[in-house]
């Protein structure tokens, strides 16, 4: 029987094996599983039922993981884990730039996979309970309940999840620097490694996005071999 406070999780993988080795690994340790092998099942069964995580492989049949994600992304906040088994950067930066929450290479150990799921629904949780709706910053308005950043000409952003995660995290510590491995604990849940620079790339982007970009950026600045740290002051509205 489902923990009440475990969750519903949707797997989405062509390899049959992997897709029993998850439900089996998955339900034991309390989560209900629904398993698909492409994005036909995959949206089909997510309509019918509510799921607090997706776990979605990239190399996929017909439409692939990316396409899936953004697709999802439209509808959706729920959180969504994708699935390598590509060891180059490019996919991971692709996955978080898209919308996915977090990424794991194949092959991997279900334990790791479990203990990530476990962290995204804690912060996912903990979001929900503790943000206020409204945060002001710099002339921009972010409310969490829709994932929009407002300007106040006008201009409305849709973030992805990735970048959700990060400019909340910014916005929750305003004035103090965040080094790399903070940031990526704080929102995947693991430590950055040396040479992982998608928190770099992720940054440059929520730069791009909220008109930041340049040789001087002046609301998200680099703290030379410190770090980033949010150059604004935070009000916050329920």
Sequence with gaps: M?????GRILVVDDDLEIRDLLAAHL???????????????MFNTYQEGHHHLVILDVMLPGDDGFTLCQRLRKQSDVPVIM???????????????????????KP??????LARIKALLRRVRYTQRQQP????FANWQLDITTRQVTHLDGEVLELS??????LQLFLKHPNEVLDRDTISDTIRGREASPFDRSIDVQISRLRQRLRDSGKQPKLIKTIRGSGYVLAAEVAYES
Excluded: Q, W
């Design 133 to 136: 709706r409204l945060l002001n």
């Design 27 to 41: 339900s034991k340790n309390g989560y209900d599983v629904d398993t698909v092998g492409d994005g036909i099942e």
């Design 161 to 166: 999840g990735a970048d959700f995660n990060l």
């Design 108 to 113: 991997f150990s279900p334990r790791e996979l």
């Design 2 to 6: 489902t923990a009440p406070d475990k």
């Design 83 to 105: 699935l390598t088994a590509s060891s180059d950067e490019t996919d991971r930066v692709i996955g978080l730039e898209i919308g996915a929450d977090d990424y794991i290479a």
